[in-house]
């Protein structure tokens, strides 16, 4: 009989050892937070998991060492992201609430603020945090908006108290963003500065030392070319790397060999872009805040004057030079940063596009602020709409060359950005007519139905074939709400062709379904999709509701998962956008509470 093999000895789970040191409170949280971005594109809800004990740990250092400026750092960006993650609901404490987590972040950044001032990777941090709170006021649902809390389908003058109320929060919050990312961009400019000064003086030693190698080239032994040996420009950047752990509350102690290091990454023009890049979109989001109702509430002429002189500053001196030099290579000028930024050629194109479109943005939204406070006229807007879309030059072709036999191609020459090339671009255009349109409706509907006829759809469809796969369930659900709204309009040609718009309208709705099932679209972008599946069931369902009067799909949807309060949202915010009639609302209100 063969022997019976031992069992294996048990492995006794090893306890990790308590931190003692700054640097080992440290290590703990930062291994965390590791664990969390590993998962991020795979899981949310464990990514979430593990930045929550990342924050927990760094709580931990700063009541052992409140003076870690690290581990405050790291804390406040952890808030931060926790709230950008598209977490379920359910994934927080029943007290903790979306705009509580905004103003956690927010105050832990503007204490960061206050113990290291003039850095500026805190101050663009914080005035995106104040940013995002500016975005969550804009669209902050109201309190009691539903069927089941007893929300009211028709507003009266409180409901628009409160929206009013709800949009000068969101304004003050943008404005704080925008101050913030002033201060930003004034500490980047003295960086920069002060790079270019520290590169100069390292280039007039460099040459002078390359003086010594020629003229005492022999009788220098210290190095094989000669002359003194001046560090890399890894080596200077490692140079005037800081430990943190020295000046963090708690010395390194016994033999621990953890050593944290901040490394001080050079300001570069591209840092500036990107910051002024922020500023322009958070006067933007302002500008978005307006609607025909409330436009002259919030804002004033002087207000408008004031922050298109903003706008245009930040445009002219920096976003639009900036970007127009990233295409040159060295020695097209005395300075050669552009070079050294070393962008590939589709990262140059992309932040060209990037600029451009956010000028472009700009400008429809003021169009239509102005259009809102009575200082132009619907003819006004339509041209400036189409003004800002238009082929713009961000720099001059080259002069002729007078000395080469050979000059550059003119096809070379990429200084005209067309803005139908890119998808994002062609989803706004489609957006900013869509706005116009719905607008000249009342008064001109057979304008507005050539506008929505005749330039939104073809955008739209071009946008289709240019966008990467996980972008095109929301353009199919733009296409499906198009045609909804095309259907709407009071005209003969609406009318003859409702049943085929309302046929279109669903085929796009289940293009969303269909092209949410997509190999390539990741767990973040997932979370955001599957908002997009629901709204187009519930929106195709509704469809049959509204004129086939026909319940079962819609019934169908919510047995699916799809709660009465998201399906009872999605068609009220539809009945805004004017693709549902109020009655429907009504119907559906009526059979939910009953």
């Known amino acids: 009989m063969p ?12 306890t990790p050892k308590a931190p003692e040191t700054a640097d080992e409170y440290l290590a703990v949280a930062v291994e965390l937070e590791e ?12 990514a979430g998991r593990f930045f929550v004990q990342a924050i927990t740990a760094y709580e931990s250092t700063l009541v052992r060492y409140p003076n870690n400026f690290d581990a405050r750092y790291n804390r406040a960006r952890l808030l931060y992201t926790l709230t950008q993650l598209p977490l379920s609901p359910t994934f927080f404490p029943t007290t903790s609430t979306p705009e509580a987590r905004l103003l956690a972040a927010a105050e832990a950044h503007h204490e960061c603020n206050d113990l290291e001032q003039n850095s500026s ?12 709170l500016g975005e969550f006021y804009a669209n902050k649902p109201e309190e009691g908006d539903g069927p089941l809390e007893g929300g009211e389908v028709v507003g009266g003058e409180e409901t628009l108290a409160k929206e009013i109320e709800r949009l ?7 404005e704080n963003s925008w101050s913030v990312l002033q201060q930003c961009l004034v500490v980047q400019e003295a960086d920069y500065k002060s790079t270019l000064e520290q590169s100069q003086s390292f280039g007039g030693i ?10 005492e080239e022999d009788d220098n032994d210290d190095d094989e070319n000669g002359g003194v040996k001046l560090p890399s420009v890894e080596e200077r950047r490692n140079s005037t790397a800081s430990s943190q752990s020295s000046n963090s509350g708690g010395g390194s102690g016994g033999n621990n060999t953890t050593q944290w290091a901040s490394i001080l990454e050079p300001t570069t023009k591209l840092s500036i872009l990107d910051t002024a890049l922020t500023m322009l979109e958070v006067q933007t989001s302002i500008l978005t805040l307006s609607t025909p109702a409330t436009a002259t509430k919030i804002f004033s002429k002087e207000y408008l004057e004031q922050i298109t002189i903003h706008a245009n500053t930040i445009l002219e001196n920096y976003i639009l030079p900036i970007a127009a030099g990233l295409h040159e290579k060295e020695g097209d000028n005395d300075d050669d940063e552009y070079s050294r930024l070393g962008l590939e050629p589709n990262e140059i194109s992309e932040k060209e596009m990037e600029a451009t479109l956010s000028r472009t943005n700009f400008l429809t939204a003021l169009a239509e602020t102005k259009y809102y406070l009575g200082l132009s006229t619907l003819e006004t807007w339509e041209d400036e709409v189409k003004s800002a879309f238009d082929p713009y030059t961000l720099y001059p072709p080259p002069p002729p060359s007078t000395t080469s036999l050979s000059p550059q191609p003119l096809e070379e020459y990429k200084g005209i950005i067309d803005l139908t090339t890119s998808w994002m671009a062609l989803c706004d255009r489609s957006t900013a007519y869509t706005t116009l349109s719905t607008t000249i409706l009342p008064t001109n509907p057979s304008k507005s139905w050539k506008l929505l006829s005749t330039i939104s759809p073809p955008s739209l469809s071009s946008a289709t074939k240019l966008a990467p796969e996980k972008e095109k369930p929301g353009i199919y659900l733009a296409r ?7 259907s709407k309009i009071p005209i003969e040609a609406a009318m003859k062709g409702k049943e085929v718009l309302l046929k279109n309208a669903g085929v796009y709705y289940r293009g969303v379904v269909a092209s949410a099932g997509s190999s390539l679209i990741g767990a973040v972008d997932g979370v955001k999709i599957k908002e ?4 187009a069931r519930v929106k195709e369902a509704v469809i049959k509701l509204e004129h086939e009067g026909d319940w079962e799909p819609l019934k169908a949807v919510v047995r699916s998962g799809v709660g009465r309060e998201a399906v009872w949202k999605i068609v009220k915010g539809a009945v805004e956008d004017g693709v549902f009639g109020k009655e429907t609302l009504g119907v559906i209100e009526a059979e939910m509470r009953g």
């Open 3 to 14: 022997k019976r093999p031992h069992p294996p000895p048990t492995r006794r789970k090893k």
């Open 35 to 46: 664990s969390g971005e590993r998962w991020r594109s795979g899981d949310v809800a464990k």
């Open 121 to 132: 990777d805190i101050l663009f941090n914080y005035g995106q945090t104040l940013s995002s």
């Open 168 to 174: 000068l929060s969101s304004k003050q919050a943008f």
């Open 206 to 215: 460099q040459d002078g030392g390359d003086v010594m190698n020629r003229d």
């Open 480 to 486: 499906g709400n198009l045609e909804l709204l095309r």
């Open 532 to 535: 997009f599946v629901e709204e």
